[in-house]
């Protein structure tokens, strides 16, 4: 059974309603790390549903957390903000109304994108229009139940006047600087004593006053807690750190038990996604968005990315070197799904079969219909836009029997096809055609081997398999090494002893033109 529906078993286990919740801080870029636990949760909601329960999916905007460091795509003047709320951020860009419009407008599309629709909750919003007042009330009151608690479970110690509040301050409007020390059922006295944001030191304003409970929010594990009694939440996902023993979930987990009396929501622990073995850091730069996976790889296969293994094993990737390896899985996925390719194992099928319906942005589609992401690299480099890449996969019969929703998909898919190769691929993978015959040398035993090229080009089945396999025996025949062979061919199609990978990149070809331009060469002899 798929992860995913292990996952969904133990929720309906406990009930038929959920609500499974996912929450993102917005700090700047919000990258496929962040998006892992959305796209976690919408699939084990789908998951759910096919079973016959019911579950809602929440992406909670961690919008009232401080800005702790300066993304390195924001001008560094944004660090007079540091140690102030998100959500009172301007624009950095002056694009628009704010921040957090700024840094969720586009990831909101891209969830669009891959069928992600969630109930969207701003956590600055609901402070601001009173629904944690109750939350915040019980917290303060219990704020010795709860330093003893985070005592035990976590080691963390608190001195006696703490209290679970962080207050805005009136004056400079930081919310990581103050220290609440009072509260009279109403409002929450503070100082602005000063914090950390990130490794930078944030001094305090030295402002004191007075906060009410709207004005600022709970610390951030008992904040936790409070939102999963508040949303009902009854399963999340998030990252290992937290379910370390001792750690965010072990704390919470008491603290909405014994304070605030809900029940702690199922646990879906998940790996962090690296990037070239490193983590993933807003400040510095190196991020990969989910419409950056999606441009390149296609809606479908994105999702996949999620799926094709389970959410706490350990994911690479890269954009030069991960695309191609993912979307080939997909593929493969596909051709299992569809009956025209054997699982590695018999017991595997069943997983990959229900990866691939969980990565459909809709619904799978009704007939199998699939030209590779490898042969598609080659192929819209030939066509040069959507209508020459259609006429080289119709002269090929790519394009028999194809569906309008199968054709849709197919020019998405040759767009991702061609931002990857422009803007990632391994040069080797990458020509450009000599529109007309290149002036360059050719050797007699050049010559030889493009006279039985030719020969053979003429009648060989025009696929990259056969194509590659052909010329590969041409070298025997003519009496030299297969380089010569396939250095010749690179030298009159593009001007250059190097190319792409012969099969593929001929397939792309027209068959006439090929000839056409080998024959030029033949014509006399060149020197």
Known sequence: MHWVDVYAGELLERGKKHVIASGTSISGLIHIGNAGDIIIADALARAVRDAGGEATVLWIMDDLDPLRSVPKEMPQEFARHLGKPDAHLPCPFGHCQSFTEHFTRDFMRSLRQIGVSPVIVSEAERYKAGAYDEEVRTAIKSAGEI?????????AERPEDWLPFDPICGNCGR?????ADGFDGERVHYVCKGGVAGKREI???GHEGSAGIRDGKLTWRVQWAARWRRLGVTCEPFGKEHAAAGGSYDTCSAIVRDVFHYPSPHPIKYEHIMIGGKKMSKSVGNVITLQ????VATPEAARFFFFRTKANVHKDFSMENSVLPLVEDY???ERVYFGKEEAFSEKE??????GYELAQVD???DAFSQVKYRHLLFVVQAGGD???TKRILSRGGYLEGVTPDGEARLAVKAAAADRWVRTHAPEQMRFKLAETPPEIMIAPEEINALKVLSGVLKDVKWEAGTIHDSVHGVGEKAGVPPKVVFQSLYKVLLGSERGPRLGYFLEALDREFVLERVGHFLVGPKD
């Open 292 to 295: 950056q996976l999606i441009d």
């Open 175 to 179: 919310i990581i600087t103050t220290q």
């Open 363 to 365: 619904k799978v589609p």
């Open 386 to 388: 959507w209508e020459g």
């Open 147 to 155: 330093r003893r608690i985070l005592k035990d479970i976590s080691g």
């Open 331 to 333: 593929e493969q996925a």
């Open 349 to 354: 099928a069943p997983d990959i079969k229900r």
């Open 203 to 205: 001094k305090g304003c």
